[in-house]
């Protein structure tokens, strides 16, 4: 195999074997013949720590002392994945990693399958959150990641006897990190609750109680830049155990917290994906990292300043909001530079609006976060007064902007009815400079839905920068194979720091020989993900058939019950002998992804689905034709393994409803190819890749939307086709469910009268394009061929290019000089 050649590596294999010595005597206190692959892990990552630590200190020195602004994303999710070999790949030591590991008698791969991983996001948006700091620090660009490190991460999914979802707490944090550097005396106060008193004509609050934030530091090494940025992930402690002398003793009994109740509030990331839970801890969590970092900001950037400039602040970092979780962030700096330093609100308005940014990330309107205000009042009475403040404000610059009463009524931060709610997309887009959708489709209805009086009034907030994945963990560390071929056809690696260059590959797809080592690539992709399930799961997976994966959050809108749907229906086929078993194309559906706990319906359908597993794959009359796997607990590992060994990727939603998808990006760049609707990202990729090399189906938006206003009934269509007809009534019957009826009873009465997102209308399409695409894998020559064309073609889904929108089109900055 060609090698990679990495960045140039700072440590020979022989420094790396020391130092991995060295580690094991005085931090583990074993010998390396005590040692156990957990001993080595934890050595060998303080090694690379060790290595990257001058790099870690010029990056910040430099953009503390240089002139180049800062971005700061503040994140609720860091769904950042193992970090040992993406830090080794970015740092240039893989090769003396594995070397030195092997001198010291240990297999790299089970020292590296030690580590356990850092679960801390929900899904799309935290493993974006996650890439784009790695562009960040690649693209040599001065950063920090802000968020939360939770005690206990997503939860971990298992299955039940009955194919049910069963949760279990995640304590990822059970055995030695060595990547999170805890840094006590950088530690913040975050403080709740109280009252807000006027002293010399100024507004103070009194708190009531305070938690102590302390800064856990994870380096975020960039790939060949030789710049480290910093994800800064904030821990809740109390302050009972350590600081009696924080208040003065009448304050000290009311201010300090009972240490459960403090530190609740980073211990567990909430597992909702879209929709909001109106819960006081969220909030909590909420204005507590976003408080600490606000700090932590003027703490680095105005070092030991009684008195600092804050007007300078807009020069110095430029903050991005991810989705709004973070946006009680504009009324914290508010008060920060009104009660704390004194300054005026004109000026304190100007500071704020020109440091924030916000990012929208859904179309769901159910996900927009909208609170209470009185639960705002009771945990952060000062907010409240500012944001009321910030309310009125606005509302008498809309005056000025239009006549339309009914038009500033409507866009109202704060709402006027009994009990008032604050909508926090309303707050981010008048209290930010840009406003940003994550995909060309999903800014375009931001701008003409969700937003759209805004955008009316504010036409030049709004802007698009489409997401994007880093090709060093979606690529080099998860395809080595198809590295190498890459780089063999290119002649260089530099693709790995600017993936339009894969372009280059494009009339490679002309050339059998190279289109069949492309082949041989996916082949042995799927030898290795076969064994891996096997391992992990016992799973037999067959590689000599289609592997067909969907893996997302389990979503009505993101419609796993139209794959399943299409699959019982095939099956359904075979069974009445419509279609012969020996003409049906063997294919391997391959299913990954987590519910909400409280998702009834997203949970009757993994329960569904894996008990149609256990039907077909059981089945002697399909003579393993159609297998169906859903492999628990779907995370970045899983990801990692499962993309490169991937066929046909699914990218089913609705139209209108995925406001990107990422992991559609991930398939394009490895080989798959999308069987996919118009929507999010898909209309792009499928842009990129020629309409030709995309398997297309399915309502666009606005035939959705006229169906949606014509009356939608899905009990049409279940009658129309016979094919869902004949799903349904098997899903009905109790094929899936031991022959008891009422098991799924509920998601086949959700089907035949509402089905809100529209799965039966699609159902006919979807199962049409079938035909298509396994006429197409039946000659291997030509689905490889437009396979390799997806790849040729996909640079532009490039999280560094993503990163250069955001600075070109938003941040305005740069790398570090
Ligand atoms: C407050 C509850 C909550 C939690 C998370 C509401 C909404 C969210 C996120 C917005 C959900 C999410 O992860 N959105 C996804 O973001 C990705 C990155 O931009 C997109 O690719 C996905 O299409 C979008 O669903």
């Not at 997503?154 to 299955?159: A, D, K, L, S, V």
């Not at 926090?424 to 489709?441: F, I, K």
């Amino acid at each position: 195999m060609t090698e990679i050649t990495a960045p140039k590596s700072p440590v020979t294999t022989a420094e790396f074997a020391d130092g991995i010595r060295e580690q094991l005597k005085y931090g583990q206190g074993v010998t390396p013949e005590q040692a156990t692959p957990a001993d080595v892990y934890v050595a060998s990552s303080l090694v690379v720590r060790h290595y990257l630590q001058d790099a870690w200190f010029k990056t910040q020195q430099d953009m503390v002392n240089g002139k180049t602004k800062a971005v700061g994303y503040l994140s609720a999710e860091f769904l950042i994945g193992k970090q040992l070999r993406n830090a080794l790949l970015n740092a240039g030591m893989l090769d003396q990693f594995d070397e030195a590991v092997e001198s010291l008698g240990f297999d790299p791969q089970t020292v590296v399958d030690a580590e356990y991983e850092p679960a801390l996001g929900n899904g799309g948006l935290g493993r974006l959150a996650a890439c784009y700091v790695d562009s960040l620090a690649s693209l040599g660009v001065p950063a920090f990641g802000y968020g939360i490190q939770y005690r206990y991460g997503i939860f971990r999914q298992e299955f039940d006897s009955e194919g049910r979802q069963v949760e279990k707490p995640e304590y990822w944090l059970a055995n030695e990190e060595p990547w999170g550097h805890v840094d006590y005396n950088r530690s913040q106060k975050v403080s709740f609750g109280g009252t807000v008193v006027e002293e010399n004509g100024r507004k103070v609050w009194k708190p009531a109680w305070s938690v102590r934030a302390v800064p856990v530091d994870y380096m975020v090494p960039g790939y060949a830049s030789g710049r480290v940025d910093t994800l800064r992930l904030w821990s809740a402690r109390s302050y009972d155990e350590f600081d009696l002398l924080t208040f003065n003793k009448s304050e000290y009994l009311d201010a300090v917290k009972p240490k459960v109740e403090a530190e609740n509030i980073s211990k567990i990331l909430y597992p909702e994906d879209s929709t909001p839970q109106g819960k006081r801890l969220r909030l909590e969590q909420q204005y507590f990292f976003v408080a600490a970092s606000i700090q932590d900001v003027i703490r680095v950037f105005y070092p030991g300043q009684s008195n600092p400039d804050l007007t300078t602040l807009p020069d110095k970092i430029t903050f991005q909001l991810n989705d709004t979780h973070p946006v009680i962030g504009i009324p914290e700096l508010m008060r920060v530079l009104i009660d704390e330093y004194g300054y005026d609100w004109a000026t304190a308005w100007d500071i704020t609006t020109k440091t924030f940014n916000y990012t929208c990330h859904t179309l769901l309107p159910e996900a927009l976060e909208v609170w209470p205000a009185d639960l705002i009042g009771e945990l952060l009475p000062r907010h409240l007064e500012i944001i009321n403040e910030i309310n009125d404000h606005f509302l008498e610059e809309l005056k000025g902007k239009t006549r339309d009463k009914e038009k500033i009524e409507r866009m109202r931060i704060v709402t006027n009815e009994e009990n008032p709610k604050v909508r926090m997309a309303y707050l981010a887009t008048a209290g930010g400079s840009h406003v940003n959708g994550v995909a060309e489709l999903h800014s375009q209805l931001l701008k003409d839905v969700t937003l759209r009086d805004f955008s009316d009034l504010y036409p030049d907030k709004f802007t698009n920068v489409t997401n994007g994945v880093t090709p060093r963990r979606f690529i080099r560390l998860a395809n080595p194979r198809l590295s190498n071929l890459i780089t063999e056809g290119l002649g260089t690696d530099k693709w790995l720091s600017d993936l339009e260059m894969l372009k280059g590959l494009e009339p490679l797809a002309k050339d059998d020989e190279f289109v069949k080592k492309f082949a041989a690539v996916k082949q042995a992709n799927k030898e290795d993900f076969a064994a891996y399930a096997k391992r992990e799961y016992g799973f037999e997976l067959d590689p000599n058939t289609m592997f067909n994966s969907m893996i997302k959050r389990l979503h009505e809108y993101k419609r796993q019950s139209l794959k399943i749907l299409a699959l019982i229906a095939k099956y359904a086929d075979i069974k009445s002998g419509k279609v012969s078993v020996d003409d049906v194309l063997p294919r391997t559906v391959i299913f990954g992804a987590k519910s909400a706990p409280g998702y009834y319906l997203a949970k009757m359908t993994i329960q569904l689905i894996n008990n149609v597993a256990r039907v077909v794959n059981n089945d002697p009359d399909i003579k393993g034709k159609l297998h169906v796997y859903y492999p628990w607990n779907y995370n970045v590992r899983l990801a990692q393994h499962l993309i490169p060994a991937t066929d046909l990727d699914e990218q089913i939603s609705q139209a209108g409803k995925e406001a990107s998808g990422t992991g559609n990006m991930k398939f394009a760049l490895n080989g798959a190819l999308t069987v996919g609707t118009l929507d999010g990202a898909n209309v792009e990729i499928r842009e990129r890749v020629g309409a030709e090399n995309f398997f297309l189906f399915g309502m666009t938006v606005d035939e959705v939307d006229a169906l949606y206003a014509q009356g939608y009934h899905p009990a049409v269509y279940y009658e129309r086709d016979p094919r869902l007809k004949a799903a349904i009534d098997m899903v009905a019957d109790g094929t899936f469910s031991n022959g008891d009826r009422n098991t799924y009873a509920p998601l086949v009465a959700d089907w035949l009268t509402k089905d809100w997102f529209m799965t039966l209308a699609d159902f006919t399409a979807y199962c049409d394009i079938q035909g298509e695409i396994e006429a197409l894998y039946r000659d291997p020559l030509e689905w490889n061929r437009k396979a390799l064309l997806n790849v040729a073609n996909s640079g532009y889904f490039s999280s560094d290019r993503a990163i250069q929108d955001y600075l070109d089109k938003i941040w305005h900055t740069g790398p570090l000089a």
